[in-house]
């Protein structure tokens, strides 16, 4: 079993930034891929941002420029900083790992995710 919990979130007025975090427990972390989604009302999930073991990241267009995704092995933790915030990035924000072998921007190829935390900008 892997646990995941998220936090950082919150409500930031829009050109602002925030940084959540994701700790995880329960499997060698730093061997897996993690990746973030989100997930607004009355939308599907989306991918978010992807790194993978090694240090590749992957980043969907909407946040490529402004999100930044990496890891701390030694803290089994994952990062997701996000600049220049704007009110369509509200939504919940999930950390989850990823299969091996997986596509990362298929939310169906993760296996684990975390409870969520809350980010909402306002405009």
């Known amino acids: 079993q892997v646990q995941l919990v998220e936090s950082g979130g919150g409500l930031v007025q829009a050109g602002g930034s925030l940084r959540l975090s994701c700790a995880a427990s329960?499997?060698?972390?730093?061997?897996?891929?993690m990746g973030w989604f989100r997930q607004a009302p009355g939308k599907e999930r989306e991918f978010v941002a992807a790194?993978?073991?090694?240090?590749?990241?992957y980043y969907s267009a909407s946040v490529k420029g402004r999100f930044t995704i990496s890891r701390d092995n030694a803290k089994n933790t994952v990062y997701l900083q996000m600049n220049s915030l704007k009110p369509e990035d509200t939504a919940v924000y999930y950390c989850?790992?990823?299969?091996?072998?997986?596509?990362?921007?298929?939310?169906?190829?993760?296996?684990?995710w975390g409870q969520g935390t809350q980010v909402t900008v306002s405009s």
């Open positions: 989850a790992t990823l299969r091996p072998g997986g596509r990362y921007y298929d939310s169906y190829e993760y296996d684990y």
């Open positions: 790194i993978r073991s090694g240090g590749s990241t």
């Open positions: 329960g499997r060698t972390f730093s061997t897996y891929a």
